[in-house]
């Protein structure tokens, strides 16, 4: 069905270069979601982004994306298609088109490729990420604050690093504030199903959770919170219309500095490749209002939040020990990016055990 | 509340949908037409259901928005392999495929928002009986409905002549034709209630289940509801019995994560397919009967000659 979507898509993309292959003059930017560019979440982050660097460039450059390409070879096929209409520059936006860009890339050595969230790159493919964590890290100190039951659910969508950072980042931070705080996972093993999200909040909540995190792509655990009175941070996007008292804060994605960046590199003739990561100091990512809460754990959120962006707080600093209370880290040391972006154990205090 | 009780609510509302679109199916089905774009009726009833609502106010405008909805895009169906006689295996996937376009067309200006939920109705006295008073007696209206509609299609299929006529047209097209049944009729009539169910189901996710509006929100439900109506060989009770058994296991392997119990997630999240499939086998187990209840004359497209 993706398929057919896509292939519908891609026609109609292949249209709209033919129509643009005339303003030639203007550099060409283009972008590849996996989901719609309405999703509400991961995929319109990443087209706000794009609405942004119009917003700032838009007398220099022209935008075209192609949206729901599915991971696998449909991701190669349509990246090759951006290459060859015209494209200078091309945002590969999803985990799994890593290995489809990288293949494009060397096949297309005078386009520029950036892909989001990946670990690869090339003398013509850059790669970009965001610290997500720092969000978590704060979430888990609102969380740890806020509770009553001591237990916070998190709903995780598939074991991959990414998530397992992020579940670590919260237990982390909710234990800086209450060492004894706990949370249950719960891995809906999907992406986007609100149905499935709303059951994981519900089961959480039943079973004594009073705080809901998530790594999914919808509003639907935000409003299960709503209706039974827990409380519940947004993903992505800021949710805050699905809970407007419930949601404590949100992280938001927003790539539109780091697009307006390249794409200003670009066109100085100055891009190269490179591996960037920024987090809440670059302003990748930004935290929705602390909402919710009283005034005193707004303040320790926003101190928090301060101390990231200035360096002075690094979420993952030792003294930490990994779930099955070996030592990870040693007192003061924080991990490297390396480990952080393989990350494949749990810290202690989560109540799951990892899936392999 | 016990934590029996919250399971079990939980997993009222997650079969609810799924027994609503597979009796719809099933009567479909039983007319000799295969409709595969269950999941498509579906999506459109859920975002007629959640805009009519938004419109007016009124859920139970929305419940009638959905079924309605539900049907007329059936009814796309039936003119199209009925009237035309066009492949319903392809016309199916196509009808699915164009619901899920349409569907987040028309639902884009509201995606995101929360819409109002449907309102319990509560039964007094009754809801207060132990443990199955809340669960059965202080449900919403589209609960009641599919609980009806349980009692009502195997009524209708199995003790009234016209649901009779129905079968006999569902196995055997030319048998029924020259008896004087309407076919076509008959089989339009059927397409219609099956998308009315789809539709119903689709309201009773954008109204109950989740109450918003997200584009691809049945995310394939629609073909559990299909794959239902096959594994209980076309028998309405069975596919009661599927679809609460599927939403048992969904929500008890949340549970049982939750409690962090130690079991991969991957295969605790493939257990209700298999707990399904498995369990409608066994029931299904008799070659016989099996034969006697899959419609014959399925999927295959009616002329009527002169």
């Known amino acids: ?356 | 509340m016990g934590i029996v009780e919250a399971i079990l609510l939980t997993v009222i509302t997650a079969a609810t949908p799924l027994v609503i679109a597979a009796l719809g199916e099933l009567v479909t089905e039983r007319s000799g037409v295969l409709n595969l774009g269950v999941e498509g009726m579906m999506i459109i009833g859920a975002v007629c259901a959640f805009v009519a609502t938004q419109q007016t106010g009124s859920p139970y405008i929305g419940i009638i928005a959905g079924t309605v909805s539900g049907a007329l895009f059936s009814l796309l169906f039936g003119f199209l392999t009925l009237t035309l006689v066009a492949n319903q295996v392809a016309t199916g996937l196509a009808l699915t495929i164009l619901g899920l376009g349409v569907s987040g067309m028309i639902g884009e200006p509201y995606s995101g928002q929360s819409g109002a939920k449907l309102p319990q109705i509560v039964f007094p006295f009754l809801s207060d009986i132990p443990y199955l008073g809340p669960l059965l007696f202080k449900q919403d209206l589209i609960f009641y409905l599919s609980i009806v509609l349980i009692f009502a299609v195997n009524w209708f299929l199995f003790k009234t002549r016209t649901g009779l006529m129905l079968r006999s047209v569902g196995d055997s097209h030319s048998s029924a034709h020259a008896l004087g049944i309407n076919v076509i009729r008959t089989r339009y009539l059927a397409v219609l209630f099956g998308g009315a169910c789809a539709g119903l189901a689709g309201a009773q996710f954008s109204l109950v289940y989740t109450p918003q509006w997200t584009e691809n929100m049945s995310a394939g439900r629609g073909w559990i509801a299909l794959a239902l109506v096959v594994f209980a060989s076309w028998r309405p009770w069975r596919v009661v019995i599927g679809g609460y058994l599927f939403g048992a296991v969904s929500i008890s392997q949340l549970h049982a994560q939750a409690f962090g119990i130690g079991i991969p997630s991957q295969f605790l999240s493939a257990l209700p397919y298999l707990a399904t499939v498995a369990v409608l086998i066994v029931i299904s187990h008799n070659r016989r009967t099996t034969l006697i209840n899959t419609p014959a004359s399925l999927g295959k497209s009616f002329v009527p000659d002169r």
């Open chain 1, 1 to 356: 069905m993706k398929k057919l979507l896509f292939a519908l898509a891609s026609t109609v993309a292949v249209l709209g270069f033919t129509a643009a292959a005339s303003a030639q003059d203007k550099a060409k930017i283009c972008f590849m979601y996996v989901g719609s560019h309405t999703d509400g979440g991961y995929s319109q982050a990443h087209d706000l982004g794009r609405l942004d660097l119009e917003k700032a460039l838009g007398d220099k450059i022209e935008t075209q994306f192609l949206e729901n390409v599915p991971e696998g070879p449909d991701a190669e096929r349509a990246l090759e298609r951006l290459a060859r209409s015209g494209c200078n520059l091309i945002f590969s936006t999803s985990f799994g088109f890593m290995d489809a860009t990288v293949k494009i890339a060397e096949k297309f050595p005078d386009v520029k490729f950036e892909h989001a969230t990946g670990y690869k790159s090339g003398p013509n493919l850059a790669n970009y990420n965001s610290r997500f964590y720092e969000g978590r890290y704060i979430q888990g100190q609102i969380a740890a604050k806020v509770s009553k039951t001591g237990v916070a659910g998190y709903i995780a969508s598939f074991p991959i690093p990414e998530v397992v950072m992020g579940i670590n980042a919260f237990v982390v931070g909710a234990r800086s504030v209450n060492p004894d705080f706990k949370i249950k996972v719960v891995w809906a093993n999907t992406w986007f199903d609100p149905g499935k999200e709303a059951d994981a909040a519900k089961a959480l909540i039943d079973q004594g959770v009073d705080i809901l995190t998530q790594h999914t792509d919808t509003t639907a655990p935000m409003q299960v919170a709503a209706e039974r009175g827990a409380k519940a941070f947004g993903q992505a996007s800021d949710m805050i219309k699905a809970g407007p008292e419930t949601q404590l804060t949100a992280i938001v994605d927003t790539w539109g500095t780091y697009y307006i960046k390249r794409t200003q590199l670009l066109l100085d003739g100055k891009w190269e490749t490179a591996s960037s990561w920024d987090g809440l100091k670059d302003g990748i990512l930004k935290m929705a209002p602390y909402t919710n809460m009283p005034d005193d754990v707004k303040k320790m959120a926003e101190e928090t939040e301060a101390k990231i962006k200035s360096g002075e707080l690094k979420p993952f600093t030792g003294p930490l020990k990994k779930q099955d209370g070996s030592e990870w880290l040693a007192a003061g040391v924080s991990s490297d990016d390396g480990t952080l972006l393989g990350m494949n154990f749990y810290v202690e205090g989560v109540d799951d055990k990892l899936p392999q």
